[in-house]
């Protein structure tokens, strides 16, 4: 599979778009039953090559809409499985429209709250990107338990920033960038939720582990509740 796509990236080069687009489409719908190892660069890279694709040929821009509607319509009609919702995922960030995966998720929860919570680690990153912590509180109870998670994450990259193959010093970047990011995260929710101290703890922790002076103004100096950007915090729902 590793091979067909590079294949296929050489028709591009070479200007045969349609035969490109075609086969991007099948290594999306058929790549896993050759090589279930390609799940994750059919969701990143693959799409990714199509998406450039579309920016010189309109009809490869089309059918990743197509695709990614027609998925869509599938899970709104209860159809699908949380494979088929990482898949809408992974094609709402292609193509730079995170806020639909929100969307989704939102109309999920309010029709099938069983459903919503398997599908509620995908749909996690963007809605919290999204700041909807009207949606995120009802899925994340224990801000400490989120914040254990992102740390392991964090400590097993970093016992592979001494591999070459995952780009040294790059890599540990990376994984330092990325580490910050999620705690920021994680502090702008506790904070929305009306959990300062939680906000706290986890920004404490983060600099155990961390020593990075971006988590020292996350948390507002004044110890009057307020939401993020100044906003009255929300009330947890009981």
């Known amino acids: 599979m590793q091979k067909y796509l590079q294949e296929t990236q050489d028709l591009v080069a070479q200007g045969k778009y349609e035969e490109a687009l075609k086969r991007f489409v099948w290594f999306h719908e058929h790549a896993l039953e050759h090589d279930k190892s390609m799940y994750g660069v059919r969701l990143s890279f693959a799409l990714s090559c199509w998406k450039n694709l579309g920016e010189s040929y309109p009809p490869a821009m089309k059918a990743l809409v197509k695709m990614r509607d027609d998925n869509e319509k599938s ?15 992974a094609l709402n960030r292609t193509l730079d429209e995170p806020e639909k995966t929100v969307q989704l998720f939102e109309f999920i ?23 909807r912590y009207d949606l995120a509180q009802k899925y994340i109870e224990d801000i400490e338990a989120e914040f254990l998670e992102i740390k392991e994450m964090y400590e097993r990259n970093v016992a592979l920033c001494d591999n070459p193959q995952f ?25 929305a939720l009306n959990k300062r101290d939680a906000a706290i703890g986890v920004r404490d ?34």
Do not use: T
Request: proline share 5%.
């Open 205 to 238: 922790s983060a600099l155990a582990v961390l020593d990075d002076e971006r988590f020292k103004g996350l948390i507002p100096e004044s110890k009057a509740q307020q939401g993020v950007g100044g906003q009255p915090a929300m009330r947890p729902e009981s």
């Open 167 to 191: 780009g040294g010093a790059l890599f540990k970047k990376y994984n330092e960038n990325r580490f910050v990011a999620e705690v920021q995260k994680l502090i702008e929710l506790a904070l």
């Open 75 to 89: 899970l709104r009609e209860s159809k699908g499985n949380k494979n088929l919702f990482h898949d809408v995922r």
């Open 109 to 131: 929860s309010k029709g099938d709250p069983l459903r919503a919570e398997e599908y509620w680690s995908i749909a996690k990153d963007p809605i919290l990107e999204q700041k």
